[in-house]
């Protein structure tokens, strides 16, 4: 079941995206509401990480557009929060807590120009929602995996954006920090933000998101969560792999076949 | 002595243009690298070091001079082709990075090598000192060369203060850097300019061979110091300066020696002390470390046994002998008699003439380690499932670690427990 919302705040038509020329995501077309917690849900290697990033224009894209408030990602940069893998910087990196929440000013800023008073009150304000303002000036490396998850999500809420994507935000953290940060999303969708998740945990999906997007190298199933966490959607998520669709995607590696015809 | 006030007055213009050329090389190099040792791209400095080599024998082969600007024109060029070549080979084709760093390194290098044989045994005369790119001339820079490297020095420091926060945000986060619309590409394309720009001018200093040294070096160094990038970027230029100055002198109190190969010992120096006797990070501070560990080990171990002593009369008031404590425990005797001292020292434990005693101090710490060995058996088995006799070893080492905060934490937990898993009370 794939339900497409009217006035969608993102909107995905026909997205593959290969790693080496293999497709990693097929044909994705996809609309979310405004205002939603969505939670993007599959098995290890589904590509839920690789549609995150293939939305951000990190990855290049074989074919398909996105489109976000109805425009190019380039025109809306400003109002889009993107949170990383945890595992995807360097902790030993030499900076503070401060300076990482502080990069969360630097697209507002713009080139050449130094964070202002302001953008500084704006990081303190961010800590302290994640309950963090007591480490602001310690160094990231001493950070235990949750903290490093917390200071990464205060970055994301100083730059004060309509809508956020989060790669595995809860991947590797202990209770607490889980709860804060729910809490958190939660406290945003209140004010109106689309808030986007990547998500590996089934059991705590149902409580977590009111929209929930299945995905396995193809989308399952998009729509409100209570329709779409079902058994039936689920095996077709979780169950028996798709092997063809794998083995061309392998032929079309080892061939070096382009995914799409030239135009 | 003579010499060095000779030297440090800079009454000879000499000394002041050698110097100050170091000096300004030596620094702009510093602080371009720490920026590429972050993006840990350190080996590509190798490589562009050695690229350039051919473009400084072509540039010459085709203009016929060696005015400085056409030079570091031709070294920019192939430098700049090296890092093209590079990027391509690790996105084409399935070799990795390293690889293609030492497949280019060594192809520019050895066609460099084959120009400049070729040049000098053309018989130009205006081809001497050309062979000095391979080493470096720190100590006869003069003039318009000295201009020419000062500029694109002071451009390279200046360049990379005005984009210190981009190149920051490049180095830690370059998805996040994408995301909220910064220039990626054009950012990468800048640092990859910098770090040419810092191996062409840094080459006159200390040459091809070494330059890479020049590099990273003083930013390996200065991160052995500091954990803010800010002071990272000023502690490696004074590294790099100081070294500069440093090769300067030594080349001039004995003229045989070599700046360049002189500028890199120092600086290479100056990397092992910081690995040796930096705080925190050093390896002299981490032994020292250790060694704390050690004694606070064997001292709470001997107040704990003089503890447990205590526990089977009850009375811990009594003098103990020292074979009574080894003989439940094997503790070299040396060691357990130096670590006694230590401990009547501290106060925790009175020397009276029929043996040692438990000061109330030493009692209350001999009993906090019984305390939290048992507590942790206790843990083990309860929310490890692990069974009674397989806890002692691992409570053996966790006692002298936990701190009081998580021992009031353990102790809720275990809902305030009276008795461990060998049914021994917790005092």
């Given at each position: 079941?794939?339900?497409?919302v009217?006035?969608?705040?993102?909107?995905?038509?026909?997205?593959?995206?290969?790693?080496?020329?293999?497709?990693?995501l097929w044909?994705?077309?996809l609309?979310?509401?405004?205002?939603?917690l969505?939670?993007v849900?599959?098995p290890?290697g589904?590509g839920?990480?690789?549609?995150?990033?293939?939305?951000?224009?990190?990855?290049?894209?074989g074919?398909?557009?996105?489109?976000?408030?109805?425009?190019?990602?380039?025109?809306?940069?400003?109002?889009?929060?993107?949170?990383?893998?945890?595992e995807?910087?360097d902790?030993d990196?030499p900076?503070?807590?401060f300076?990482?929440v502080?990069?969360?000013?630097?697209?507002?800023?713009?080139?050449?120009?130094?964070?202002?008073?302001a953008?500084k009150?704006?990081?303190?304000?961010?800590?302290?929602?994640?309950?963090?303002?007591?480490?602001?000036?310690?160094?990231?490396?001493?950070?235990?995996?949750?903290?490093?998850?917390?200071?990464?999500?205060?970055?994301?809420?100083?730059?004060?954006?309509?809508?956020?994507f989060?790669?595995?935000p809860?991947?590797?953290?202990?209770i607490?920090?889980e709860?804060?940060?729910?809490?958190?999303?939660?406290t945003?969708r209140?004010q109106?933000k689309?808030?986007?998740?990547?998500?590996?945990?089934?059991?705590?999906?149902n409580e977590y998101?009111?929209?929930?997007?299945?995905l396995?190298?193809r989308?399952v199933?998009?729509?409100?969560?209570e329709h779409?966490?079902t058994?039936?959607?689920l095996e077709?998520?979780?169950?028996?792999?798709?092997?063809v669709?794998?083995?061309?995607?392998?032929?079309l590696?080892?061939?070096?076949?382009?995914?799409?015809?030239?135009? | 002595?003579?010499d060095?006030?000779?030297?440090?007055?800079?009454?000879?213009?000499?000394?002041?243009?050698?110097?100050?050329?170091?000096?300004?090389?030596a620094?702009s190099?510093?602080?371009?690298g720490?920026?590429?040792?972050?993006?840990?791209?350190?080996l590509?400095?190798?490589a562009?070091a050695?690229?350039?080599?051919?473009?400084?024998?072509?540039?010459?082969?085709?203009?016929?001079?060696k005015?400085?600007?056409?030079?570091?024109?031709?070294?920019?060029?192939?430098?700049?082709?090296?890092?093209?070549?590079i990027d391509?080979?690790?996105?084409?084709?399935?070799?990795?990075?390293?690889t293609a760093?030492?497949?280019?390194?060594?192809?520019?290098f050895?066609?460099?090598?084959?120009?400049?044989?070729?040049?000098?045994?053309s018989?130009n005369?205006?081809q001497?000192?050309?062979?000095k790119?391979?080493?470096?001339?720190?100590?006869?820079?003069?003039?318009?060369?000295?201009?020419?490297?000062a500029?694109?020095?002071?451009?390279?420091?200046?360049?990379?203060?005005i984009?210190?926060k981009?190149?920051?945000?490049l180095?830690?986060?370059?998805?996040?850097?994408?995301?909220?619309?910064?220039?990626?590409?054009?950012?990468?394309?800048?640092?990859?300019?910098?770090t040419?720009?810092?191996?062409?001018?840094g080459i006159?200093?200390?040459?091809?061979?070494?330059?890479a040294?020049?590099?990273?070096t003083?930013?390996?160094?200065?991160?052995?110091?500091t954990?803010?990038?800010?002071?990272?970027?000023?502690?490696?230029a004074?590294?790099?300066?100081?070294?500069?100055v440093?090769?300067?002198?030594?080349?001039?109190?004995?003229?045989?020696?070599?700046?360049?190969p002189?500028?890199?010992?120092?600086?290479?120096m100056i990397?092992i002390?910081?690995?040796?006797f930096?705080?925190?990070?050093?390896w002299?501070?981490?032994?020292?470390?250790?060694r704390?560990?050690?004694t606070?080990?064997?001292e709470e171990n001997?107040?704990?046994?003089?503890y447990q002593?205590?526990?089977?009369?009850?009375?811990?008031?009594?003098?103990?002998?020292?074979?009574?404590?080894l003989e439940?425990?094997?503790?070299?005797?040396?060691e357990?008699?130096?670590?006694?001292?230590?401990?009547?020292?501290?106060?925790?434990?009175?020397?009276l003439?029929?043996g040692?005693?438990?000061s109330?101090?030493g009692?209350?710490?001999?009993?906090r380690?019984?305390?939290?060995?048992?507590?942790?058996?206790?843990y083990?088995?309860?929310?490890l499932?692990?069974?009674?006799?397989h806890?002692?070893?691992?409570?053996?080492?966790?006692e002298?670690?936990?701190?009081?905060?998580?021992?009031?934490?353990l102790?809720?937990?275990?809902?305030?427990p009276v008795?461990d898993?060998?049914?021994?009370r917790i005092p």
């Amino acid at each position: 079941m794939i339900l497409q919302v009217d006035n969608p705040v993102v909107e995905v038509h026909d997205l593959t995206v290969s790693y080496d020329r293999k497709p990693v995501l097929w044909g994705i077309d996809l609309t979310l509401p405004a205002g939603a917690l969505v939670g993007v849900i599959g098995p290890n290697g589904a590509g839920k990480s690789t549609m995150i990033k293939a939305m951000m224009d990190l990855l290049p894209v074989g074919s398909g557009y996105v489109r976000i408030f109805d425009k190019p990602i380039d025109e809306v940069r400003n109002r889009i929060s993107y949170v990383p893998q945890r595992e995807s910087v360097d902790w030993d990196f030499p900076a503070s807590v401060f300076d990482v929440v502080l990069m969360g000013s630097y697209g507002k800023l713009g080139l050449f120009k130094r964070p202002r008073k302001a953008d500084k009150d704006a990081a303190m304000e961010a800590l302290n929602k994640v309950g963090m303002q007591a480490f602001a000036d310690r160094q990231i490396s001493q950070l235990s995996g949750g903290q490093q998850q917390r200071v990464f999500l205060a970055r994301a809420l100083a730059q004060d954006a309509d809508i956020y994507f989060m790669d595995e935000p809860f991947a590797g953290v202990d209770i607490a920090t889980e709860t804060a940060i729910i809490e958190l999303l939660r406290t945003m969708r209140e004010q109106g933000k689309t808030v986007i998740v990547v998500h590996h945990d089934l059991q705590s999906a149902n409580e977590y998101f009111d929209w929930v997007v299945l995905l396995n190298m193809r989308l399952v199933a998009s729509g409100p969560t209570e329709h779409i966490l079902t058994q039936e959607l689920l095996e077709q998520t979780y169950g028996g792999k798709l092997t063809v669709l794998t083995k061309v995607g392998e032929l079309l590696r080892k061939q070096e076949f382009p995914s799409r015809e030239a135009k | 002595m003579n010499d060095f006030v000779e030297f440090f007055s800079f009454s000879d213009t000499n000394i002041r243009y050698v110097t100050l050329g170091s000096v300004l090389l030596a620094s702009s190099s510093a602080v371009v690298g720490c920026f590429t040792l972050l993006r840990k791209r350190a080996l590509v400095g190798d490589a562009v070091a050695h690229a350039v080599l051919p473009g400084v024998c072509l540039a010459f082969i085709l203009s016929g001079t060696k005015n400085p600007f056409i030079l570091l024109l031709g070294a920019f060029v192939t430098g700049w082709l090296s890092l093209v070549a590079i990027d391509f080979i690790t996105a084409r084709s399935r070799i990795k990075e390293d690889t293609a760093i030492g497949l280019v390194l060594s192809v520019f290098f050895g066609v460099g090598i084959l120009l400049l044989t070729a040049i000098q045994h053309s018989g130009n005369a205006a081809q001497s000192g050309l062979d000095k790119f391979l080493f470096g001339k720190a100590a006869s820079l003069v003039g318009e060369d000295l201009i020419a490297f000062a500029i694109v020095a002071v451009l390279l420091l200046v360049t990379t203060i005005i984009f210190y926060k981009e190149l920051t945000l490049l180095c830690f986060d370059q998805a996040y850097a994408k995301t909220i619309g910064f220039p990626v590409r054009l950012l990468e394309l800048l640092l990859t300019t910098l770090t040419v720009f810092a191996v062409v001018v840094g080459i006159q200093a200390v040459g091809v061979v070494l330059m890479a040294a020049m590099l990273i070096t003083p930013a390996a160094a200065a991160r052995f110091w500091t954990d803010k990038l800010s002071l990272m970027l000023v502690l490696a230029a004074l590294i790099g300066a100081f070294s500069g100055v440093a090769g300067a002198f030594v080349s001039y109190t004995a003229p045989a020696m070599p700046t360049g190969p002189w500028i890199v010992l120092i600086v290479s120096m100056i990397a092992i002390l910081s690995f040796a006797f930096a705080p925190k990070k050093g390896w002299v501070s981490r032994l020292l470390r250790q060694r704390r560990n050690k004694t606070q080990i064997l001292e709470e171990n001997l107040l704990k046994l003089m503890y447990q002593l205590g526990e089977q009369k009850p009375n811990y008031d009594a003098p103990r002998q020292l074979h009574e404590l080894l003989e439940r425990r094997a503790i070299p005797q040396k060691e357990a008699k130096a670590g006694l001292k230590r401990l009547q020292n501290q106060g925790y434990v009175e020397k009276l003439p029929s043996g040692w005693k438990l000061s109330s101090q030493g009692q209350r710490r001999g009993e906090r380690v019984v305390r939290l060995h048992r507590l942790w058996e206790l843990y083990l088995t309860q929310y490890l499932h692990l069974a009674s006799d397989h806890v002692h070893e691992d409570a053996e080492t966790i006692e002298h670690i936990i701190t009081p905060e998580l021992e009031q934490k353990l102790i809720e937990e275990l809902d305030f427990p009276v008795m461990d898993p060998h049914s021994a009370r917790i005092p």
